[in-house]
């Protein structure tokens, strides 16, 4: 059973087009992250929520922003897609702080 | 600022060989985590290490963290061809900003 869904699994979105990604769980965790990886790179922290506390890496551009409606979902929110946003985007979840990560699937993310 | 790194970034092997993937930090912790990816694939947890000296098997795969050394292993064992995969060790920074760091990754092929 799948316990950190996203959807969808492929989006394509024209350069500066909005686009939001998502992605829920099943899991009750604290903590959901959304993560950034470029081929053949390690994945890269946007940012994360603690509860509803919102915590931004300092080198995530103001493009990126995220919402945490509920316990369950997590959105990724690109405001203008350029052509270096291309990547696959992971959610992740842990039940707290420092805890073993949770994956979903990713979200590939094409930029025209 | 807590580095990672691993080594080798690339392995390539025969079936049956044992070998072993280094992850070295820079700085003080006392979790570290390794996790999978397959081509394409999210990000499958592997293990947990929680403390100096701890060592967890699953498999052919063995995992080892020295916190005085600052130093992981993961150790593979008369591999096998389903072992191909990309290998990431991430180290928690607890108390300062709270998050995973993740090292490059190492690519894994193994030749049947």
């Known amino acids: 059973d799948a316990m950190v869904i996203q959807n969808p699994r492929y989006q394509v979105t024209q350069f500066g087009k909005p686009v939001t990604l998502s992605c829920s769980q099943t899991?009750?965790?604290?903590?959901m992250y959304w993560y950034q990886q470029k081929s053949s790179q390690a994945p890269k922290l946007l940012f994360h929520?603690?509860?509803?506390?919102?915590?931004n890496e300092a080198d995530t551009p103001d493009n990126f922003q995220s919402r945490r409606p509920n316990t369950s979902f997590c959105f990724l929110d690109i405001r203008s897609p350029g052509l270096g946003d291309a990547a696959m985007y992971l959610c992740?979840?842990?039940?707290?702080?420092?805890?073993?990560?949770?994956f979903g699937p990713g979200t590939r993310l094409l930029v025209l | 600022e807590l580095k990672v790194e691993q080594n080798p970034l690339f392995l390539s092997m025969q079936e049956g060989k044992n070998y072993t993937i280094y992850c070295n930090y820079s700085?003080?912790?006392?979790?570290l985590y390794w996790y999978r990816q397959d081509p394409g694939k999210s990000l499958e947890s592997l293990f947990v290490l929680l403390s100096n000296g701890a060592v967890k098997q699953e498999g052919r795969l063995m995992a080892s963290l020295d916190t005085k050394a600052r130093l992981s292993t993961l150790h593979i064992t008369a591999a096998v061809h389903d072992l191909s995969a990309t290998y990431f060790c991430a180290v928690f920074l607890m108390n300062r900003d709270d998050k995973i760091i993740f090292g490059k990754g190492t690519r894994l092929h193994i030749l049947p």
């Open positions: 899991l009750n965790h604290n903590v």
């Open positions: 700085t003080t912790s006392d979790r």
């Open positions: 929520y603690y509860d509803k506390d919102f915590n």
């Open positions: 992740a979840t842990s039940r707290d702080l420092g805890e073993t990560q949770y």
